[in-house]
């Protein structure tokens, strides 16, 4: 045991509060805090969440109303809504960004890099990530890519517009529709940095939770948002990579005259050179790649977090704890294998489909191993119905709706009817859209107070919760029946075709739904950042939870930890533990009798 | 700021009882965040390899049996060695290539080895082997694109009527365009990997020789360029299989 402590004495050789000048620009700007780089990446995030919905507001309304001019729309959007009609090929730009933005900005960056940031160091009892000099670089460059992307909306031709997925000859031709010249380029250089990005912060993220914890933390003990975080950047070092490379090539299609993508292209459609031997599906395959675990990326944070709000706002152990980090790795692995879900109607062989096809079902399993065990823990529980709860359980029924929907797509012979329709348009708005954004949610009403020190209002995180639970629904639960129907998503009207006059209400329906939705992200926008200066002062532990986190003093100091990183003696699922005397036992207390950190705690003791 | 590294400093290395391994306090694998991190971002970097690779089988697959332009076979692409012209030698040159730069991880792998002996003397010399390697194999390279590039005699009649040699990204005298593409691209990322591989070799030669990690003690970072170089190695290995083996 001597060497342990010897080990952990290293950790703490440095007492936490070292209280040294920091100049603002040290502090805020070019901050290696972790605690400072994660409010960096979740404001940053706000913004271009705030640019992604905005844009949708826009094509909503011409969805709904395709033959009324906005004026207003002139204002600010110039010639791509002359009149105040919008162009139709701005409408595809619009999309593209939307999604971009939406799947990697928002959902990607600006949540795995605000928690994974915020809490990793503090829930596993670190001082800080394992470098934290890369940690402020992934920032920069996700800055950096985010700036490439929004100037891409001002350049001549305008962005990308050939959807997120970027599918050649779209994407590889610079004159094959007006995004696909500079506004494509600059998708791409936006794209490199992003991966760069997340490439420095998942070696982080990884080395730290693997060499990091604190003595006793071990990986049974750690939170089930920890366990997602590692799962999380495990996926995007694997996955992205991928992307580059697909993008590598796409660059040389487009600058370079070659064909990877491309055949049976004349020389006069492309640049002056004829493009023969190459196919679009490789890119399909090499983006799915990447694509498929993205979707992941993106949902198993969110999950973690509403584990953890779950458990604590229940008063109740997590059920299920190590089914729990075993479905996630499942989906992990299997998240690799099932990316030809995509493109069943590419003329794959229908062998290889029904391969795709089984694993995709495979990955229900562990996804509904994760639902029935939030329902689980809810199950009798003293429910504290917090915001942060309430966004926790609006993600566990979005992730059952939209996870339902998922079993239609999931099959070949299904989904050769419904690709490409808003069938999976509603299908991932509810279990990526909405699901993701009701997990980040429901994390920045819980941790809020351990960034900013103080509390958001709860009657406006009520309000902000009812609205948008509501209106998530009344937007994407109509698109179903859109969908079945046949209407193609991707399209800026839908009036030339007399069989789908029946859903014109709807498609109004779903706007004002959509508008009001939107607008109600004014409150929460209100309610942080006036919190910010304003909310009332927050506790130590304002939620009684058992987590690490709590243990660091309200004022939120370089380091962490005032004096010694505390110890861990028990898992973070402590909560009405019969026989205790306390409803809840932070995990670095000992059992009465125990004294070394590794040694299990006694079982509950039943009456 | 000036002390947020060490306040990251890292579990030490001793010996620890194996159910203790994954208790926290140290690191289960025994090495510094800094080496972890190295191998982390190969695997990373391995996936992109993967990619372009899978797209060389995948592009190549669609060549079965295509008889108007056949996929070339390599040996009669690859068959010229400097100074000896005009004799069909299949291979023999990226064999020279190739056995440099096993060779360069050889002598990494020495410097390494002398490196946790703290032997400045040796580690530098065998950086210094090393980065002549990696300049050989890059000088190689340039010899067998430039042969490449400008091609045979024969050349290939263009639809045209015009006689095209060697090849470049829109033609290619020795069969599909793709090939040559593929050629360029996965070779070329290979040698912009072992660029920065003498690059940041040569950087840390330098702070050998000023005596940088003498006087921090250790030598890690040796291992780390180590460790970058061998694998930078290992993808030649997967590169040159595709590309003049089948
Ligand atoms: C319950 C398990 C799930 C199954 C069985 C499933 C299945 C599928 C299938 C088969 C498609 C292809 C539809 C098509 O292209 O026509 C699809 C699309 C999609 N899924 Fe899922 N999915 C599941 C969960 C998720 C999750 C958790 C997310 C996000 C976090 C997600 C996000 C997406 C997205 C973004 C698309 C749209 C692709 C496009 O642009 O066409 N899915 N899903
Ligand atoms: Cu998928």
Redesign the interface.
């Known amino acids: ?1 001597s ?2 402590h ?3 004495e ?2 703490n ?2 007492e ?1 509060n ?1 209280q ?1 000048k ?1 100049t603002f620009i ?1 502090k805020y700007v070019f901050s ?1 805090d972790h605690k400072m780089i994660a409010k960096q990446f979740l404001i940053t995030g706000i913004i271009m969440g705030c640019l992604g919905v905005l844009m949708s507001m826009v094509f909503r309304l011409q969805l709904a109303f395709p033959d009324t001019p906005f004026p207003f729309m002139e204002n600010f959007m110039g010639h791509w809504a002359k009149d105040g009609r919008l162009d139709p090929s701005f409408y595809l730009a619009l999309i593209t960004i939307h999604g971009t933005i939406m799947v990697f900005y928002v959902l990607t960056a600006g949540l795995s890099g605000t928690f994974s940031n915020l809490l990793i160091p503090l829930q ?11 940690n402020m670089l992934s920032y920069w460059f996700f800055l950096l890519s985010s700036l490439v992307l929004v100037s891409s909306l001002f350049v001549d031709g305008g962005p990308a517009s050939s959807g997120w997925t970027i599918y050649p000859p779209l994407s590889a031709l610079p004159t094959a529709i007006s995004g696909s010249g500079m506004g494509m380029t600059l998708w791409l250089i936006a794209i490199i940095l992003f991966v760069v990005s997340s ?1 420095l912060g ?3 993220y ?3 939770v ?10 049974t003990r750690l939170p089930l948002t920890v366990w997602s975080f590692l799962l999380t950047a495990i996926l995007g ?6 992307l ?3 993008g ?2 796409l660059i ?1 299609d487009r600058s ?5 993508y491309l055949s049976d292209i004349p020389a006069d459609l492309a640049g002056g ?1 004829e493009r ?4 679009p599906i ?1 890119f399909q ?2 983006f799915w ?1 990447l694509g498929h675990p993205e979707v992941y990326i993106i949902i198993l944070p969110a999950l973690g977090i509403t584990s953890e709000v779950l458990a604590t706002n229940a008063r109740k152990p997590i059920f299920g704890y190590r089914a729990m980090i075993g479905s996630m790795i499942a989906i992990a692995v299997l998240s690799f294998v099932v990316w030809g879900h995509h493109m069943f109607v590419t003329g794959m062989n229908p062998f290889l489909g029904s391969v795709f096809v089984l694993g995709t079902l495979i990955i229900a399993v562990p996804s509904a191993v994760k639902t029935f065990n939030y329902l689980a823990t809810l199950w009798k529980g003293n429910l504290r119905l917090t915001p942060a709860m309430l966004f926790a359980i609006g993600l566990v029924s979005f992730f059952i709706s939209g996870g339902l929907t998922g079993l239609f797509l999931g099959n070949a012979a299904l989904d050769i009817n419904l690709h490409d329709t808003y069938f999976v348009v509603a299908h991932f708005h509810i279990v990526m859209g909405s699901a993701a954004i009701f997990g980040m949610m429901s994390g920045i009403y819980h941790w809020y107070p351990k960034m900013f020190g103080r509390m958001m209002n709860s009657t406006l995180g009520y309000l902000h919760f009812w609205i948008t639970f509501i209106a998530a629904y009344c937007v994407f639960f109509p698109m179903h029946f859109m969908g079945l129907a046949g209407v193609p998503r991707r399209y800026y009207a839908i009036t030339a075709y007399d069989q789908f006059d029946v859903f014109v209400n709807m498609n109004v329906f779903i706007t004002i739904a959509a508008l009001i939705g939107g607008a109600a992200q004014l409150i929460f926008l209100f309610n942080f950042f006036y919190s910010i200066r304003k909310g009332k002062k927050a506790e130590q532990n304002p939620w009684e939870s058992n987590t690490l986190e709590w243990t660091t003093p309200v004022e939120r100091i ?2 962490n930890w005032p004096g010694e990183i505390p ?2 003696y028990r898992w973070p699922y402590d909560y009405s533990k019969p026989g205790a005397l306390t409803d809840f036992i932070p995990q670095n207390i000992p059992d009465e009798g125990q004294t070394d ?2 040694e299990e705690t006694k079982p509950p003791v039943h009456a | ?12 290395k ?4 194996q ?2 391994l ?8 025994t ?4 080496k ?2 190295m191998w ?2 190969l ?10 690779l ?2 060389y089988g ?2 190549r697959h ?2 079965e049996g295509n008889t108007v ?1 056949p996929w070339p076979t390599p040996d009669q692409v690859f068959n010229h060695f400097p100074f000896l012209h005009g004799m069909h030698l299949p291979l023999i040159f990226v064999s020279v290539m190739t056995f440099i730069l096993m060779f360069s991880s050889v002598t990494m792998g020495f410097a390494v080895e002398a490196g946790h002996r703290m032997a400045k003397k040796e580690v530098s010399f065998y950086m210094l082997l090393t980065i002549l390697g990696g300049i050989g194999f890059l000088g190689c390279m340039a010899w067998e694109w430039a042969q490449f590039i400008n091609g045979t005699e024969a050349g290939k009649m263009l639809a045209d009527g015009s006689v095209f040699h060697g090849a470049n ?2 033609l290619n005298e020795y069969g ?3 090939f040559a ?2 050629f360029f ?1 996965v070779t070329g ?1 290979h040698g912009v990997h072992v660029l920065s591989g003498i690059i940041i070799n040569s950087t840390i030669y330098i702070n050998v020789l000023k005596g940088t990690y003498e006087k921090r003690g250790h030598y890690e970072m040796v291992e780390k360029v180590g460790l970058y170089w061998h694998f930078v190695d290992l993808v030649w290995v997967f590169v040159f299989t595709f590309f003049y083996l089948i």
């Open positions: 045991m060497n342990q010897l080990n952990n290293d950790h050789n440095h936490g070292d040294h920091q040290s290696m596993i009892g670190a001082r800080d990530m394992a470098s934290p000099l890369f490439l998942g070696v982080n990884i080395a730290t693997i060499n990091m914890r604190t003595l006793g933390m071990k990986m070092l694997l996955s992205f990579p991928v580059l490379g697909a590598l090539l040389f370079f005259g070659t064909s990877f050179i023969v031997g190459g196919s490789l395959h090499l790649f370089h380091g110890h861990v950190p590794l | 700021m000036s002390d947020t590294t060490s306040i990251t400093s890292d579990p030490a001793e010996p620890v009882e159910k203790a994954w208790g926290g306090g140290r690191s289960p694998f090495i510094s965040y800094g972890f991190m982390i971002f695997l990373s970097d391995t996936f992109t390899f993967s990619a372009l899978i797209g995948f592009t669609s060549f332009t990204l829109h599909p365009t793709a593409d593929l691209i990322f």
